[in-house]
Every structure is written in structure tokens, then in C-alpha cells.
């Protein structure tokens, strides 16, 4: 069993979070940072998990040859060791090093597949499987999550679905065969129902904000009964992640997910104090 290191001093002295001019003073650059200094070794490779969609990106652009400015930023990887890694695939994650082997020698592992679909697939094949049970729920429900929402909106729209569903875990393999309105996951995903109402909703905005929610949601129901955690970090990471993104997208609802979080950390703080009371008298 991997036991899970006390990060309270962490969560407790992180900066306050304030948006001016519609930006938040302490984002995830600013937290990638302290989880870089702060957390162990070990945990700081679990974090990293979560940056990898970014060197995704930057493989891709890698292999199609564009130019370096094309870098995204926020991957583990430098551009010099991607590009290294054609020649040593190696160099990187076992997905990845599968996915240049494959592409080089002309023989994909998933043929129907784009490439781009392909090194999807491949990553969360590997971040499905991870031993970190946070990380491996998390990555599984986001596939769970992309994969219904793909299949029930291609339904919706009568638009062929089957090439484009993400085949990386035994439950996308069950979607790609179901013909029932729920996707046959009702008993397993009790979000499914909401996920179906929410498809419904014909503005985008409305409908992005509602699957955020739903992110949001997994997150703190997860966490329920975490509050010094490494598992605590990685859903603040991401809920960061969140708000940075609407707070391009939409403003106002950047500005109320940051209201949430503020009050998701106060809850944590006033329990925090009431734990080191209760502690003090055993």
C-alpha cells in the first residue's frame, strides 16, 4: 500500500488567491513552482502526469516539423529533447516512445486512428494504469467523460462516432458497443443522466461550464475526507487549470469558479484549525 505524505505546511502557506484585471496573482505557473520545491521526489513525478497532455503537443509539432515558437510551455520535456528523441524515443515516456516507434516505421498500432488520436489513445492507455489511485481515477474519468460526451452528441447529430472514440480502457470499449440511450453505464456512472441533460443545453458556454462542473464536482467528492494530501495539491492544480481557461473563455464564469475555489479553501482552513484542537487533546 503507497502511503500518502502529510503536505499541510504546503497547503497552508500558499499564497491568497486574488484576480486582478480578470488574472489570477498565484496560477498554475506560480503553483507548478512550489509543487517543484516542495513536494518529494516521488510525488513530484506523480504531479508531472498531469503535464504531459502539454508535451503531447509539443511531440506532435516535433514530428510535423514546425517551428520552435510553436513550443507549449508547460510540458516536462524541452523542444532538444523531444527532437533527441527521434533518434533515442527512449528519452521519454513508454507511450511516447511506442507512438514515434510507430509512426517512424509506418506501422501504427491503432490503423484507423489519426496520429494525434493514436498518441491519445497510447497516453491514456499509460495514465489509466498509473499505481497513483487519484491519478488513475482522474485520467479514467476524464476518458470516461470525453468518450460519452462524444459518443451522445455524435447520436444526437446522427454523425459517425466509431473511429474517433479513445479505445483506452475497458469502459470506452462498452461505449463504443452500446445502443441504449444511457451507453449501458447508468449503474456505474451515476454522472451519466446529468451528462445526457447537459448535452441538451444549446448554448456552448452554458454546456462547457456545466462539464466543468462536473469536473469540479468528481474532484471535491474524491477529496471528501483528504485535507493534507498530495491528492488535495492535484485537484487545486487542476481547478486552477479551470479557472485560467474560463477566465480566457468567459470571464464572469472564470470569476465565479474562482469564487468557489476561495470558498472550497476556506471550508479546508476552518476544518484545519478545528483538526489541530481536536488533535491537541489526545
Known amino acids: 500500500m503507497m502511503l500518502s505524505q502529510n503536505y499541510y505546511y504546503i497547503i497552508a502557506g500558499l499564497p491568497d488567491l486574488t484576480l486582478d484585471q480578470g488574472k489570477l496573482q498565484f496560477g498554475t505557473p506560480e503553483l507548478r513552482e512550489v509543487l517543484r520545491e516542495s513536494l518529494s521526489e516521488r510525488d513530484y513525478a506523480f504531479f508531472q502526469h498531469l503535464l504531459l497532455v502539454y508535451d503531447n503537443i509539443n511531440l506532435l509539432a516535433v514530428m510535423r516539423k514546425e517551428e520552435k515558437d510553436e513550443l507549449v510551455r508547460e510540458g516536462i520535456y524541452s523542444w532538444e529533447t523531444i527532437e533527441a528523441a527521434l533518434d533515442k524515443p527512449e528519452l521519454l515516456r513508454p507511450y511516447m516512445t511506442s507512438f514515434i516507434k510507430s509512426q517512424q516505421s509506418e506501422t ?12 491519445t489513445t497510447l497516453y491514456y492507455e499509460e495514465m489509466s494504469a498509473l499505481k497513483h489511485k487519484f491519478l488513475r481515477s482522474w485520467f479514467n474519468f476524464e476518458l470516461n467523460l470525453k468518450n460519452a460526451l462524444l459518443v451522445i452528441t455524435a447520436k444526437n447529430n446522427n454523425i459517425p462516432y466509431d473511429k474517433q472514440i479513445i479505445l483506452a480502457n475497458k469502459a470506452a470499449v462498452k461505449i463504443a458497443r452500446s445502443n441504449s440511450r444511457d451507453l449501458g453505464l447508468t449503474s456505474e456512472w451515476p454522472w451519466i443522466e446529468k451528462l445526457l441533460q447537459i448535452s441538451e443545453i444549446p448554448d456552448l458556454l452554458m454546456r462547457e461550464r456545466a462539464i466543468d ?4 464536482e468528481f474532484l471535491d467528492e474524491y477529496n471528501t475526507f483528504n485535507y493534507f494530501s498530495l491528492e488535495v495539491l492535484l485537484a487545486y492544480y487542476i481547478k486552477l487549470s479551470i ?3 474560463w477566465l480566457k473563455l468567459d470571464k464572469a464564469t472564470g470569476e465565479e469558479m474562482f469564487r468557489q475555489l476561495l470558498n472550497d479553501l476556506q471550508n479546508s482552513y476552518e476544518f484545519s484549525k478545528e483538526f489541530s484542537i481536536k488533535d491537541g487533546r489526545k
Open 243 to 245: 479557472i485560467e481557461r
Open 108 to 119: 501504427p498500432l491503432h490503423p484507423d486512428l489519426s496520429p494525434e488520436n493514436e498518441l
Open 213 to 216: 462542473l462536473m469536473r469540479w
